[in-house]
Structures are given as structure tokens and as C-alpha cells.
């Protein structure tokens, strides 16, 4: 019989997690696995906002792919994918070649949703990956360095767009990268100001109030200015143009950071796919509606909860796990046996404010401060040594933890 072979796209949570459940528990007979990823590396997508602001280096936050994967076991593409042809079962990639496939998994991640908003794509920058967060810090870094010379205040302003966790925890590391900043470069702190600019009455939605009030209190002590109910219109080479009901304003600012929400990657739709805002809709065992052959996974999916009939947020915590259940039923598959359907158990949810502070609830128990901060470490702990073991958590992971 012709061994299966498996074709994994993206080595973020969903795609690297997948591929190393394949690798345990398929035999080589049984099928050949082969992983396509634009880097050599992974990243932890969950930590880009500390290497967009430069509280921590990018190379604490990646690993090499083939470090993490058995080489004898996964072949390791590095390329571009630009197209799936799923009726050909075949995928076409940037350097020209076409990787032909049994079962196919996405697991391409998200890109910014922008909402038509002008100017957004062109004066803008995105937490989206580790080149653009490498972007977003040295760019704050050179500003500074500069505005001694040009000594424009608008090169002292950061808008963050949006106020949901990305925004917050972007801003959140902002209060911590600033005075570090100020002092390299002779600049006074007062100078500076970081803006975020939200759409809805609140920041964080979805949070009890008592944890908002908390997050917005500490914030707002570091001097964050927030402008709530406030829609940023259009964004300009100098600033932003941001709405309040009628009223409108302009702020000047040098460095513009959008974090007002996320969608599928669009290669998805353009390959086919139904999407809704980028989203593959999955059926309950991960694979894509009349599609046999293709699962979809993380930020390129949507899962419905049965329970509350909302849609499950797009997050590492939901994308590791349909991982495991999509490992699981492509063996199924293989095997001749029956599927499983998905079942997503959200433990909790925290949101780091810096280093020093976070909020969040986990197992339905509030946490403010030192107890949500610990709770963040152990997450992103505990992931790395799913990845990769005691050695790859002793090398990358957050070891101080108090
Ligand atoms: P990703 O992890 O983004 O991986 C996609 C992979 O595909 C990447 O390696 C990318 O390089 C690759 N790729 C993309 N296009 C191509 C292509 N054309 N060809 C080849 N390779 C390609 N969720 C939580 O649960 N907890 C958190 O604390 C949390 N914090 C977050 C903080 C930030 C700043 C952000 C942006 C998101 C956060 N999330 C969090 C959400 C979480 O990161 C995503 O839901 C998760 O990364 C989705 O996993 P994924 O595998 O779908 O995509
Ligand atoms: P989001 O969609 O959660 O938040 C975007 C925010 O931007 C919203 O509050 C929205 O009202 C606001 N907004 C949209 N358009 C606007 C406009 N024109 N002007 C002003 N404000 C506007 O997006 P996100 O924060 O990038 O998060 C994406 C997903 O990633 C979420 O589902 C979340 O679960 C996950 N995530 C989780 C964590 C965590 O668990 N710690 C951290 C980051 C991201």
C-alpha cells in the first residue's frame, strides 16, 4: 500500500504541535510528514508584543524548527506556500515547487484585520510576526535616538489602535520600554506619550469589570492616556485622525501600532476556501466543509461552542488543542477509524500588563498581580516544554518567577 503523505502548512502552535503528535504516534510505514514554514524558525505568536516594544529579544522568544522536530521522521520545508490546490490535492510554493498530498493540515495563522480603514496598511505598523515586531522596536528605538536632532513632539507619540488584549499588552510593555528608553537617549520622560485608542466604552471587552478597572488603573498610573468610545478613523504619514460620536480629532504621531483585531490568513479565501472574516468554519472533527482531505486549524478556523453558540476566540490555548485532536483523527483516518469530535476546555485567560503586573481569570478564579503574573509564566512555561522538553524550557523559558 502507498504510504500517506501528510502535508502540514505553518509551524506556529497549530502547525508544529500537530506535526510533533504525527511524529510520536506514526510509524514511518505508515505515512511520511512534511512541514512547510516561511522561517526556519518557530515563534511563540503569544509573546510578539514584548519583542514589538523590546522588553525581551527576539531570540528568547524562537527556536530552530529542526531542533524541535525528529528530521528522520518530519521533512522540513522552508519556503512561502501561495497557493492550495485542494481539488489536485497539491500545494504551490514561492521558490516554484509543488508538494503534492494525502491529508492536508493549515495551520497558516492570522494577518491584521484593517476594516478598510485608510492609510492603515500604508503608515501603520502590526504585531503579526517576529520581522515586524523587530520593525515596530527599532523604529520606536530610532525615533528616540533622533529627536534630538529634528525635535518634532510628535516623534515622542505611540498610538496603539485598539484595546483588546494585543493593544493592552503591547501598552503594558510600553510603560516599561519608555523610561528605559528616555534614559539611553537623554529624553524627559514627560515628553512622551503612549495613546491607545479604543472603539468601545472599555478596554479589555469581555473582562469582569473589577479586572478592567484594575488593568486601567495601573496603566493610566504609568501614564498611559486612553481615549475610549473613540474610533481611529484614518491614520496619515503623521498621526492618526480618531472620531468621538461627531467629534473629530487629529493627533500627530511618529509611531502608529494597529491591534484593533485579526483575521485568517487571506492566502485561505484566496485558495478557495468559504471563509468568514478569514475563517475557515470546521466541522467538529477540524476538517473543512466538503473537504475529506484538508484540516484546518488555529487562527485559520472558526469553532462554534455549542453551549453559548459563539465562536471560540481565535488563541494558542484553543489552536494546541484541536492540534491534538487533529493529530488524532488524521491516524484515524489512516487507520480506517472513526473521527473524534473536538472539545475545547478553556482553563482560563490572563493578560500581562509588563513584567511586574497582569490580570486574569483562571479555572473561574480572579487574578490581579503577582498571582495572574506567575500564572502567565507557568502557561508560557509550560508550552515550551511541551515543545521541546526540560532543556528547551531551561533554555527559553521564564525561570525568575517572582
Ligand atoms: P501562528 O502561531 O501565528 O502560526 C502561523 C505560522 O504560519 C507562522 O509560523 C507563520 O510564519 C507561518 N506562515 C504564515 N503564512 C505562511 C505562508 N504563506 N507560508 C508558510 N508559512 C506561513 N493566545 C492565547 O491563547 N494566549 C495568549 O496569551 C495570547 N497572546 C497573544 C499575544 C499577541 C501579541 C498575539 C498577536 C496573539 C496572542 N494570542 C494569544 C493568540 C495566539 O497567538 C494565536 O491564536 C495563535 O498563535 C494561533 O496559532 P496558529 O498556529 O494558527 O498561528
Ligand atoms: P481583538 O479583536 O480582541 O481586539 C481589538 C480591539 O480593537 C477591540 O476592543 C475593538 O473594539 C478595537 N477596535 C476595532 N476597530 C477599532 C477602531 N477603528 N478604533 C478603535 N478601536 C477599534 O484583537 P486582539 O487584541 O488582536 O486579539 C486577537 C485575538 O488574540 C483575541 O481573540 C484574543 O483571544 C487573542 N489574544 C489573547 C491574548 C491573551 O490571552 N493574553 C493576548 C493577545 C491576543
Not at 510554493?93 to 509543488?98: C, F, P
Not at 532543556?391 to 525568575?400: N, Y
Request: hydrophobic residues 40%; proline residues 3%; charged residues 25%.
Amino acid at each position: 500500500m502507498k504510504k500517506a503523505e501528510i502535508l502540514v502548512l505553518g509551524a506556529g502552535y497549530g502547525g508544529i504541535m500537530t506535526t510533533l503528535h504525527l511524529q510520536k504516534m506514526l510509524a514511518s510505514e505508515e505515512a511520511s510528514i512534511t512541514l512547510v514554514n516561511k522561517h526556519p524558525y518557530h515563534y511563540q505568536t503569544t509573546l510578539l508584543h514584548e519583542n514589538a516594544a523590546g522588553t525581551a529579544h527576539q531570540d528568547q522568544n524562537r527556536v530552530n524548527i529542526e531542533e524541535v522536530i525528529d528530521t528522520k521522521r518530519v521533512t522540513f520545508i522552508q519556503d512561502e506556500v501561495t497557493t492550495i490546490l485542494t481539488e489536485k490535492k497539491q500545494v504551490l510554493l514561492k521558490n516554484g515547487r509543488t508538494l503534492s498530498y494525502d491529508y492536508l493540515v493549515v495551520a497558516l495563522g492570522f494577518e491584521p484585520a484593517t476594516f478598510g480603514i485608510p492609510g492603515l496598511k500604508e503608515h501603520s505598523f502590526c504585531i503579526r510576526s517576529i520581522n515586524e515586531a523587530r520593525k515596530i522596536r527599532e523604529h520606536i528605538q530610532c525615533t528616540f535616538a533622533r529627536y534630538h536632532h529634528e525635535k518634532r513632539d510628535e516623534m515622542l507619540t505611540i498610538v496603539v489602535g485598539g484595546a483588546g488584549f494585543t493593544g493592552i499588552e503591547f501598552v503594558g510593555e510600553l510603560v516599561e520600554r519608555v523610561p528605559v528608553l528616555c534614559k539611553e537617549f537623554d529624553i524627559d520622560p514627560q515628553k512622551v506619550r503612549i495613546i491607545n485608542v479604543e472603539a468601545g466604552p472599555t478596554i479589555l471587552p469581555g473582562f469582569a469589570p473589577e479586572l478592567v478597572e484594575y488593568a486601567y488603573n495601573y496603566l493610566k498610573s504609568r501614564g498611559v492616556e486612553f481615549y475610549l468610545k473613540s474610533m481611529l478613523k484614518a491614520c496619515h504619514s503623521d498621526g492618526v485622525t480618531i472620531a468621538q460620536g461627531e467629534q473629530e480629532e487629529i493627533i500627530k504621531a511618529d509611531t502608529v501600532v494597529w491591534t484593533g483585531g485579526v483575521q485568517g490568513n487571506s492566502l485561505v479565501s484566496q485558495s478557495g476556501f468559504p471563509t468568514q472574516r478569514g475563517r475557515v468554519e470546521v466541522r467538529k472533527d477540524l476538517r473543512a466543509p466538503h473537504d475529506d482531505h484538508t484540516f484546518v486549524i488555529g487562527d485559520c478556523s472558526v469553532l462554534y461552542d455549542q453551549e453559548s453558540g459563539r465562536p471560540y476566540p481565535p488563541s494558542a490555548q484553543v489552536t494546541i488543542q484541536q492540534a491534538e485532536t487533529c493529530a488524532n483523527n488524521i491516524k484515524a483516518l489512516l487507520k480506517g477509524e472513526a473521527l473524534q469530535d473536538i472539545k475545547i476546555e478553556i482553563k482560563g485567560t490572563v493578560a500581562s500588563l509588563g513584567s511586574e503586573e497582569a490580570i486574569g481569570v483562571v479555572f473561574g478564579k480572579m487574578l490581579v498581580g503577582k498571582k495572574a503574573v506567575l500564572m502567565k509564566k507557568i502557561i508560557d512555561n509550560r508550552y515550551l516544554f511541551m515543545l521541546g522538553g526540560l532543556g528547551l524550557l531551561l533554555k527559553k523559558g521564564k525561570l525568575k518567577l517572582f
